[in-house]
């Protein structure tokens, strides 16, 4: 498994924008379908976007035109720039690892801690 750690969320007003930093570990990581995932309080953890090393990207129909997925395998990081935001896109964002662009999360094998975005009104 490769050990995932997010960075960049916080407080933003609706209409604006945020980037999520998913920075990996090990040797292999061109090697992953690399995903964000959210969970909204009360809510099950959904699908936000994913990639792969072929940057062949799948997106939520949410979230299309308004995030975008992008990764760097020279430094094992993955990006979400999410621009547009929305009161309803609050919710704290995963990052995941896996070997199939898919939307299910337990497809995914290895999971961060979580970074917290929050979109005020």
């Known amino acids: 498994q490769v050990q995932l750690v997010e960075s960049g969320g916080g407080l933003v007003q609706a209409g604006g924008s945020l980037r999520l930093s998913c920075a990996a570990s090990?040797?292999?990581?061109?090697?992953?379908?690399m995903g964000w995932f959210r969970q909204a309080p009360g809510k099950e953890r959904e699908f936000v976007a994913a990639?792969?090393?072929?940057?062949?990207?799948y997106y939520a129909d949410s979230v299309k035109g308004r995030f975008t997925i992008s990764r760097d395998n020279t430094k094992n990081q993955v990006y979400l720039q999410m621009n547009g935001l929305k009161p309803e896109d609050t919710a704290v964002y995963y990052c995941?690892?896996?070997?199939?662009?898919?939307?299910?999360?337990?497809?995914?094998?290895?999971w961060g801690q979580g970074t917290q975005v929050t979109v005020s009104s």
């Open positions: 990639i792969r090393s072929s940057d062949s990207t």
């Open positions: 995941a690892a896996g070997f199939l662009l898919v939307a299910t999360a337990r497809r995914y094998d290895s």
């Open positions: 090990g040797r292999t990581f061109s090697r992953y379908v």
